[in-house]
C-alpha cells in the first residue's frame, strides 16, 4: 500500500532571521500538505534539536535561515543523525554563510567580486584602517557587514571616516569577525538557481538607500521588483552563467540565489545564499513563477533533492 512520505519541517529557530524563518516555513509548510505529503513542524528554538532523532518521518525541510540554520550547524546534525535533509550541505553551507571565505573562492574560480579585506581587532585606530584601505586599493564609499550574518543584518555604508572607528568597536561587541568591502553603484541584480540550473534574474530597486532587511521584507518599503531584470540579453545571459558557476564552484544543492550588483557593464559578485527566503516578497518564488514555476512546484524540487553525505 502507498504510504505519504512523511516530512519534518524545520522552522524559526534562535537566529536575528526567526521572524523570517517562520514566514518561510509557514509558506513552505502549506506548500508540502498541498503536494499531499504528511508534514509536521518543528521549532529547535523552543526543543532541544537532538529530540528528532526519535521521530518518524522519511525527510526534513530546512527552513532555517541565519546562525544556526544555514552556516552547516544543524546541517551537521542531519548527516550525524544519518537524515536526509533539502538545501546545501554542511561544507557548502559553510563556505556560502562566510563572507570571507566565499569571496576568496569566487577569486580563485574568476568570478568579480567587490575589493574587500576582514577586521576582528577592535582597538583598531583611524591610521592603521586608512593605511588598511589604501593596502587594499579601497576608496569611499565602503560598506562595513558581519562576515556570517544574512538579511542585510548589520550592514552599514559609509560616505566618510566620520564614526567609522566607532562603529567598528560597536560591532565587534557583537560579531566576531566584520568584511569591509569596496560599495559598488549601479544595479542590484539576484539570480536563481535551481536543480544546477539558473531560472532567471531579477532587478531591485529599493526606495531605500540599500537593499536591506526593511527593503527585503516590509511591503511598507516598497521596493520595486523588475522581472526580468532590466539589462540587455548579453548581459542578462552573463549574469545568468556566473551564477551557475558560483552554484557550482560552491557546490550547492537544492536552490540557491546569487546577489550581484551591476555597474559599469560588470557583474560583481556579493553572496550566494543556500537558503533563500520562501516568503511572500521573497525573490526565489517570484522568479520561479515568471518561469511558470509554481511555488508548490519549487517545493516538491526541494524535496526531491533531499539526500545525506552532501
Known amino acids: 500500500m502507498f504510504r505519504k512520505k512523511?516530512?519534518?519541517?524545520i522552522l524559526g529557530g534562535?537566529?536575528?532571521?526567526?521572524?523570517v524563518s517562520l514566514s518561510?516555513?509557514?509558506a513552505c509548510f502549506k506548500a508540502i500538505k498541498?503536494?499531499?505529503?504528511?508534514?509536521?513542524?518543528?521549532?529547535?528554538?523552543?526543543?532541544?534539536?537532538h529530540i528528532i532523532k526519535n521521530f518518524?518521518?522519511?525527510?526534513?525541510?530546512?527552513?532555517?535561515h541565519g546562525k544556526g540554520g544555514e552556516d552547516g550547524v544543524v546541517?551537521?546534525?542531519?548527516?550525524?543523525?544519518?537524515?536526509?535533509?533539502?538545501?546545501?550541505?554542511?561544507?557548502?553551507?559553510?563556505?556560502?554563510?562566510?563572507?570571507?571565505?566565499s569571496k576568496k573562492m569566487f577569486l580563485k574560480n574568476q568570478i568579480r567580486t567587490p575589493k574587500f579585506f576582514s577586521l576582528n581587532k577592535n582597538n583598531i585606530k583611524l591610521n592603521e584602517f586608512k593605511r588598511l584601505l589604501k593596502n587594499n586599493k579601497i576608496q569611499l564609499p565602503i560598506v562595513i557587514k558581519p562576515v556570517d550574518e544574512g538579511s542585510s543584518i548589520g550592514v552599514k555604508i559609509f560616505y566618510s571616516l566620520n564614526q567609522i572607528i566607532n562603529h567598528i568597536r560597536i560591532s565587534l561587541e557583537k560579531y566576531n569577525q566584520l568584511i569591509v568591502e569596496e560599495f559598488i553603484g549601479g544595479q542590484e541584480i539576484q539570480v536563481a538557481v535551481m536543480e544546477n540550473k539558473p531560472i532567471g534574474a531579477i532587478e531591485l530597486k529599493p526606495k531605500r538607500k540599500f537593499y536591506d532587511y526593511k527593503a527585503k521584507y516590509s511591503k511598507a518599503a516598497m521596493t520595486n521588483h523588475i522581472m526580468p531584470a532590466n539589462i540587455s540579453a548579453k548581459s542578462y545571459n552573463t549574469v545568468l552563467r556566473i551564477a551557475k558557476k558560483a552554484h557550482t564552484v560552491l557546490k550547492c544543492r537544492g536552490v540557491s540565489r546569487s546577489d550581484f550588483k551591476f555597474y559599469k557593464n560588470k557583474f560583481?559578485?556579493?553572496?550566494?545564499?543556500?537558503?533563500?527566503?520562501?516568503?511572500?516578497?521573497?525573490?526565489?518564488?517570484?522568479?520561479?513563477?515568471?518561469?511558470g514555476i509554481s511555488f508548490e512546484k519549487l517545493v516538491k524540487s526541494i524535496i526531491k533533492d533531499a539526500g545525506i553525505n552532501k
Open 6 to 9: 512523511r516530512v519534518l519541517l
Open 14 to 19: 534562535e537566529s536575528k532571521e526567526r521572524k
Open 24 to 26: 518561510s516555513g509557514n
Open 34 to 49: 498541498k503536494l499531499g505529503y504528511s508534514v509536521k513542524k518543528f521549532d529547535p528554538y523552543k526543543k532541544n534539536i
Open 56 to 64: 518518524k518521518f522519511d525527510l526534513i525541510f530546512n527552513a532555517l
Open 75 to 101: 546541517q551537521t546534525y542531519f548527516e550525524c543523525f544519518k537524515i536526509p535533509y533539502t538545501h546545501s550541505g554542511v561544507i557548502p553551507s559553510i563556505n556560502a554563510m562566510n563572507k570571507i571565505i
Open 268 to 291: 560583481y559578485l556579493l553572496e550566494i545564499n543556500t537558503q533563500p527566503g520562501m516568503t511572500s516578497l521573497s525573490l526565489v518564488p517570484e522568479i520561479a513563477k515568471y518561469k
